[in-house]
T-cell receptor, first 110, second 115 residues
Framework: QKEVEQNSGPLSVPEGAIASLNCTYSDRGSQSFFWYRQYSGKSPELIMFIYSNGDKEDGRFTAQLNKASQYVSLLIRDSQPSDSATYLCAVNTGFQKLVFGTGTRLLVSP | AAGVIQSPRHLIKEKRETATLKCYPIPRHDTVYWYQQGPGQDPQFLISFYEKMQSDKGSIPDRFSAQQFSDYHSELNMSSLELGDSALYFC??????????????FGPGTRLTVL
């Protein structure tokens, strides 16, 4: 079992819809959680980070963290075709390294 | 805003050759991380440096070594290259925040192809 689990997708949503991306992690000591967006052949681009239980909003993006359930999610409102990419969930367990999930591929159709 | 710089962007080597990848962190960032991403895979942590000292180590082969220099740039040295080393190599940098986890920003990557 991977330390960080994501559904590989693809997750297909129409333009303007809400895309919901989910991630679970196994280490209860995990302290901080990150969402990165990665286009094919490009580097991961930081979308959001969250440390505390609850919701954190930034523009069209909302990250949600539930440490009791070991679950973190990313909502993308008003999805655009340019949002089509792989979304990587990453977890920091207290050491420096990030542990990544395998990513969820999001496809937003016009 | 300045970003992480990596060089070269593309590198082609033969088996058993050596390669050196360079990373220049965002100004005032004190920590550098190296990740390897194979085709269709997620990034795998290799090694990190904080204030020029190795701070964490992941699945880095013994054939690889790395260091961080006084100007905070880092180099990843790879010897006896194997076909399986073909991958994207990302460098990330962060600044240590009191009481908080470091937020890592990734460079554009070096695509290494071993023939």
């Amino acid at each position: 079992q991977k330390e960080v689990e994501q559904n590989s997708g693809p997750l297909s949503v129409p333009e303007g819809a809400i895309a919901s991306l989910n991630c679970t992690y196994s280490d209860r000591g995990s302290q901080s959680f990150f969402w990165y967006r990665q286009y094919s052949g490009k580097s991961p681009e930081l979308i959001m980070f969250i440390y505390s239980n609850g919701d954190k909003e930034d523009g069209r993006f909302t990250a949600q963290l539930n440490k009791a359930s070991q679950y973190v999610s990313l909502l993308i409102r008003d999805s655009q075709p340019s949002d089509s990419a792989t979304y990587l969930c990453a977890v920091n367990t207290g050491f420096q390294k990030l542990v990544f999930g395998t990513g969820t591929r999001l496809l937003v159709s016009p | 805003a300045a970003g992480v710089i990596q060089s070269p962007r593309h590198l082609i080597k033969e088996k058993r050759e050596t390669a050196t990848l360079k990373c220049y962190p965002i100004p005032r960032h004190d920590t550098v991380y190296w990740y390897q991403q194979g085709p269709g895979q997620d990034p795998q942590f290799l090694i990190s440096f904080y204030e020029k000292m190795q701070s964490d180590k992941g699945s880095i082969p013994d054939r690889f070594s790395a260091q961080q220099f006084s100007d905070y740039h880092s180099e990843l040295n790879m010897s006896s290259l194997e076909l399986g080393d073909s991958a994207l190599y990302f460098c990330a940098s962060s600044v240590r925040l009191a009481g908080g986890a470091d937020t890592q920003y990734f460079g554009p990557g070096t695509r290494l192809t071993v023939l």
